[in-house]
Structures are given as structure tokens and as C-alpha cells.
């Protein structure tokens, strides 16, 4: 498997700025992002200052969010949200020449809160933001959240985002895995990448309960990895869970 660091929720205790070269120093080529800025088109100089840090360290920008809004305060996309369509769309071709200029594939659509989504809308947006991604060789991800966490998101199935993904009908929109998410929702992990690892556009983990590393909660990580291999999944695996102090990536070892 490779794996990449999702530096939006590890090597938190450091500046943005820090974190790609952490990473490189733990071991990893390649990185994630929720969007990092608190505007959907932030300056020039604040890009460029991000670009470098990641080239700099070395390591590769393998996914990137658009726009999500205030995760910290609990939204969760802009994508189905009337109010903030205009956003999402000012942050899509932002988010793409980022992702364009460091070489990053993945781009991921957060569907947005419940109440006030509109499914058309929704659709209408991902076709823009995948067509902005196909030019310049890029696939947008569609995920689905844990109602537990995120209770007002309406996309908490693989079939609820693939019924969206079928409905936008653009070869580069693919699921975005998040195995933690479809685990704490009663999904068959396993079951699921058996019968449709094809469809995935990228994967992330963290052990349920917790949402803590591999190993930490009940989730078979090595079987999943032994299945992820089998069905000829070839992307990266975020880590994409919660730790604090030393041994964040111990269970690698193991």
C-alpha cells in the first residue's frame, strides 16, 4: 500500500507550513488536505507560501478538498447548498490550478449540510468541478460521512454516493473511500472493496471506535490492506485519523 498523511488532522500541534516537512521526516512521499484557507480564493502569496512548503519538503500533494466552508464549526460543503453555490464555484478553479501545479489527482466535493441541499444543484456543480478537474488531469471524489459525527449530512452510504456519482455521469468523478466513516455506518468494508474497488477514486482510514490509528479500535486493517491489494486498488491510503504525541505511526511496524 501507499500511504499518504492528511496534514489537515495529523502534525496538527505545527503550523500549516511545518507539517509537509514532517511528514517527510516520518517517512512519507506524499500528502492530503482538507482546503486550508479560510476563503475560497486566497492570495497569491498564500498558494505560492503552501506550494513551496510541500515542494520543498519533498513529498507530493496527492488530495486536496475544494472549499468546504467552517469545518471547524461543523460544515461540511458547499457543493448542494444554494446559498453557497457561488462560493464553491469562485474556489473551482482555484482548487484546481493548486492541484494542477503540484501535480495532485485527487479533488474531493464535500456534498454540504442538510437543511437547504439541493440534489440539481449538487449535480450541476460536481459536472462543473469535474470538468475543471478533467482539464488539467484530475478526478473529483465523492465521499459519504458518518451520520454519528456529521448528522446533518445526507450522504452517509457507498450507494447514496454512488447513485450521485451514476446521476452526474463524468468518467472523472469516482468514491472517495473513507473506510472509518462506512465502517461506523454498518457497512461490510470488505465486502464493499471486493465488490466495487473499481469505483474508488482514493481511500482514507482511521480504526473504528475512535477514529484513532490502525489497530487502535476493532476494524481488520491487515486483511483490508490484503483486500485493497487483491481487488488492484493502486491509489494512495490516507491516514486521516486522530493522535496526539509520539507513535502516530507505530502500527506500521507492527
Same mark, same amino acid.
Request: glycine letters at 12%; aromatic letters at 8%.
Given at each position: 500500500?501507499?500511504?499518504?498523511? $492528511?496534514?489537515? #488532522?495529523?502534525?496538527?500541534? %505545527?503550523?500549516?507550513?511545518?507539517? =509537509?516537512?514532517?511528514?517527510?521526516?516520518?517517512?512519507?512521499?506524499?500528502?492530503? %488536505?482538507?482546503?486550508? +484557507?479560510?476563503?475560497?480564493? =486566497?492570495?497569491?502569496?498564500? %498558494?505560492?507560501?503552501?506550494?513551496?512548503? #510541500?515542494?520543498?519538503?519533498?513529498?507530493?500533494?496527492?488530495?486536496?478538498?475544494?472549499?468546504?466552508?467552517?469545518?471547524?464549526?461543523?460544515?461540511?460543503?458547499?457543493?448542494?447548498? @444554494?446559498?453557497?453555490?457561488?462560493?464553491?464555484?469562485?474556489?473551482?478553479?482555484?482548487?484546481?490550478? +493548486?492541484?494542477?501545479?503540484?501535480?495532485?489527482?485527487?479533488?474531493?466535493?464535500?456534498?454540504? $449540510?442538510?437543511?437547504?441541499?439541493?440534489?440539481?444543484?449538487?449535480?450541476?456543480?460536481?459536472?462543473?468541478?469535474?470538468?475543471?478537474?478533467?482539464?488539467?488531469?484530475?478526478?473529483?471524489?465523492?465521499?459519504?460521512?458518518?451520520?454519528?459525527?456529521?448528522?446533518?449530512? =445526507?450522504?452517509?452510504?457507498?450507494?447514496?454516493?454512488?447513485?450521485? #456519482?451514476? !446521476?452526474?455521469?463524468?468518467?472523472?468523478?469516482?468514491?472517495?473511500?473513507?473506510?472509518?466513516?462506512?465502517?461506523?455506518?454498518?457497512?461490510?468494508?470488505?465486502?464493499?472493496?471486493?465488490?466495487?474497488?473499481?469505483?474508488?477514486?482514493?481511500?482514507?482510514?482511521?480504526?473504528? @471506535?475512535?477514529?484513532?490509528?490502525?489497530?487502535?479500535?476493532?476494524?481488520?486493517?491487515? !486483511?483490508?490492506?490484503?483486500?485493497?491489494?487483491?481487488?488492484?486498488?493502486?491509489?494512495?491510503?490516507?491516514?486521516?485519523?486522530?493522535? !496526539?504525541? @509520539?507513535?502516530?505511526?507505530?502500527?506500521?511496524?507492527?
Amino acid at each position: 500500500m501507499r500511504f499518504d498523511v $492528511n496534514l489537515s #488532522i495529523l502534525f496538527t500541534e %505545527l503550523p500549516l507550513l511545518e507539517r =509537509p516537512a514532517a511528514a517527510a521526516k516520518a517517512g512519507f512521499d506524499a500528502v492530503e %488536505l482538507w482546503w486550508p +484557507f479560510g476563503t475560497p480564493e =486566497p492570495s497569491r502569496a498564500e %498558494l505560492d507560501a503552501l506550494r513551496g512548503a #510541500i515542494q520543498d519538503a519533498g513529498v507530493r500533494l496527492v488530495g486536496l478538498n475544494f472549499d468546504a466552508g467552517d469545518m471547524a464549526a461543523g460544515e461540511r460543503g458547499l457543493l448542494a447548498r @444554494p446559498g453557497d453555490s457561488t462560493r464553491f464555484l469562485a474556489n473551482v478553479g482555484v482548487a484546481a490550478g +493548486f492541484a494542477a501545479e503540484l501535480g495532485c489527482g485527487t479533488l474531493n466535493a464535500l456534498y454540504g $449540510n442538510d437543511p437547504g441541499t439541493d440534489r440539481a444543484l449538487a449535480v450541476t456543480n460536481l459536472r462543473v468541478a469535474a470538468d475543471a478537474a478533467a482539464a488539467v488531469g484530475a478526478t473529483v471524489v465523492v465521499e459519504a460521512l458518518n451520520s454519528r459525527e456529521n448528522p446533518h449530512y =445526507p450522504i452517509t452510504s457507498s450507494a447514496a454516493a454512488f447513485d450521485l #456519482i451514476d !446521476e452526474v455521469g463524468r468518467e472523472n468523478v469516482a468514491f472517495l473511500a473513507d473506510l472509518y466513516h462506512l465502517h461506523v455506518m454498518g457497512e461490510d468494508v470488505l465486502g464493499l472493496i471486493d465488490a466495487h474497488a473499481a469505483r474508488f477514486g482514493h481511500v482514507q482510514i482511521a480504526d473504528d @471506535p475512535g477514529r484513532g490509528q490502525p489497530g487502535s479500535g476493532r476494524m481488520p486493517y491487515p !486483511e483490508i490492506f490484503d483486500r485493497l491489494a487483491a481487488a488492484g486498488y493502486r491509489g494512495h491510503v490516507g491516514l486521516e485519523y486522530r493522535h !496526539e504525541g @509520539p507513535g502516530a505511526f507505530a502500527w506500521r511496524q507492527q
